[in-house]
């Protein structure tokens, strides 16, 4: 009789994490430093995570965004201890339909997602300062017309900014094109942008590797970070965690300027 | 057409293999299936209404349980059946996990239609509103087709497994077992090892059901074991090829920083090496206007003498100034290159082992061609680490400035 022990490796299924990154030209200077200080820490603490994780092992895709969009991995997702954090540029336009489009081209047999029984639903974490500058909206339809894997995502936006469309990250993390406000988490400074980031990875990691319901994973996952955000006080105000939340007048919390995000605001 | 005990039932059985009539009959079995488990369930949860914890865990519907609605919602399960007759063979499916057939030649396939809504950790399920219409089934005449045995796992037993490929070769070890032993024997294994199967394996639960006839089991082990070693080394090539495709980026970025820390190393080396020649040089310079009878001095005023002397010693201090910041940047640098020396090797080193492997794989194999797909082009380079441009030293690594490395040491 075959003994488990006998057999070749057991192996988790795979939870693929995928960051959607605008790196267009507004996110340059400190936003993007913070990008990159928190993808190098979260890869850390994902390992981690992975390794205690008995349902799921986790892989990587970045896809990042300006005019055009370009898989940052590019031979398809990687595993953790294969993974290395390049620092990104930011410069250029805001092609948030691009990036839907190779969602739509790689989420697929033929494209990342290769085997039979290897994966669980990805989860996409998308991350925007500004408005889109392509046609999003044809990109949103198509992708959520054709592609299985895109529509049961569990997905989550980080809106970077005031200037962030916050309703175009809504109805692109919502489900079946009507938007889901409660979906986007809004950061006004880089400390918790930097913490956002890793709170989102790791809970994700957790909370995807569940068997469920896509729609219940979403509301796992936002219940779950905006605890772990409001646990610590100093860094985040819970109103900004509310859908259509907009942001507040806590100056102690913003620092001197009235732009939290101009040089002058920031170390 | 073949011969049953009641003519009424020959002629509903008959209708199974009757493309007019077959799915009509089919959905009516669906349909008493799951009215029938609708029933059981409302009846159950009459006498066993949802416990306090229950509820809490069943925040998000609570409303609407208590409200009478979607009720079977709380008994969400899928379902595989399968009825083997002396003439036919009928499999329902609801929701995800798989069920193997293996034909009297031993091979396996997976006979009934797959459903596209069930993949990755999604599933339809019979608690679905459409849940008769989301079945499907299979049908096969077991005169002319005899199996050797059929068998459903849940997809806690898929899970466990990184392809189908070997999720099946699992399922030949079964009937191999069934056929080497017996049929009661398996069972018994299976009731002891199942519970092992989720800690070690998925972590979800696993049945496992079916039928398997002993006599014919045994007919086809030897073709069984041999179609599971090629299934092995499939699994693994496919497992490595995975692999490599992951490592390709980060080995083409460690080599990348590698050939920019020896770019590096090699420019602070020649800004030390004319650090050295400038100190040299101060060096004697010093020692030429050091001594009072020395002819370069002839002529000049003691005042300039003293001067060029000052002005020699300067010059000695800020080469010495200049060499000992050289010898920290090299140091550093070298440092540097070092360590992107050893994680490029040990990653390259690595990557090597995964293709040998997988090379080793392929020519163990009848050409290859049971591995369909699976060949040894995978993307990313092979890249061999730059040893072969260092100087060989007892040394850890000092790299092809070891001569620099032990002036820098005070060795001769």
Redo the contacts between chains.
Sequence with gaps: MPNINDTERVARKVLPIIYVLDTSGSMSGDRITSVNEAMHDTVDVLRDVSRNNPSAEIKIGVLSFDSGARWITKGGFVYLEDYFWNDLSANGLTDFGSALDELDRKLSRSGFLDSDVGYKVPVIIFMSDGYPTDDWMGALKRVNDSNKWFKVATKISIAVGDSADKEVLATIAGRNGRPNHEAVISVNDTESLKKLIRVVSVTASMVGSKSRVASDSQDELLREVKREMTDDSSTIDPDDLLPGSSSHSDDAFYGVSDDPWSDDGWD | MYETDSGEAATWENKLFDPDFSEAVIRQIVSSIVGNWRDEILEDLETSPLSEQERVEAS?YIDRYDRGERLEHIYGTTLIAGLATSGYLLLLQQGDGRCVLFSDGGEVSQPIPWD?SC?????TSMCDENAIDEFRFYVQDLQQNPVVACIAGT?GV???????D??DG?YR??VI?AGE?SVR??MD??NK?LP??TA?????DVTICGFIDHEAAKRVVDVLKLENENV?KK??AA?IKD?L??????LA?LKKRLVEAEALEASAAQILNAAYAEYEQCVSDKEKVGTDENVFLDGLSAQLRKWIKERAEDRLSESEKSLKTAQRDFQEVSYQREVAFEEHSSYAEEYRNYQARLDEILRLTESGKSLDGCDSNV??EIVEPSSGNYEQSNEKNPGRFGVLWKKLRGDS
Excluded: P
């Design positions: 998000a596209d993949f990755a950790n999604v599933t997809d898929e899970d466990s497994f990184y392809s189908l070997q999720m699992f070890d079964l077992e032993t024997e398996l294994q299976l090892q092992e199967f070690t394996g998925s972590g979800d092995g699994s693994e497992r692999r495709n992951s490592m390709s980026g980060k970025y993307a990313g």
